[in-house]
């Protein structure tokens, strides 16, 4: 769930606030959460300690922390979808026809 920031992997069609509030959030997400295994961590578990940045950025925004909620997900939905698109882009540009062998 939990994505690096890197570039031109996603986020280039990012807004420069949606880039922020996306790196902070995967930021304090790396040191919260270090290196469990999302698949095996329950989200509440992971949403609870991602709390403190996302009420935080609440506050400075001044809406709701389930908006900020919303909106980490819509961006992180779109980065991996991009990032899913390069790579099927990438191995079926690489890929080799094994039928003619």
Do not use: C, H, W
């Amino acid at each position: 769930m939990f994505q690096t920031m890197k570039n031109s992997n996603g986020y280039d069609s990012l807004s420069k606030e949606d880039k922020e509030m996306l790196s902070r959030i995967n930021a304090y997400s790396e040191k919260v959460l270090g290196d469990i295994d999302p698949q095996k961590t329950r989200i509440s578990f992971q949403l609870d300690q991602l709390k403190p940045i996302m009420q935080e950025i609440a506050d400075e925004k001044k809406i709701s922390v389930e908006d900020v909620f919303i909106k980490y997900m819509d961006l992180a939905s779109i980065v991996s979808a991009k990032q899913d698109a390069k790579l099927k882009a990438d191995l079926e540009e690489n890929l080799i026809d094994f039928t003619d062998f």
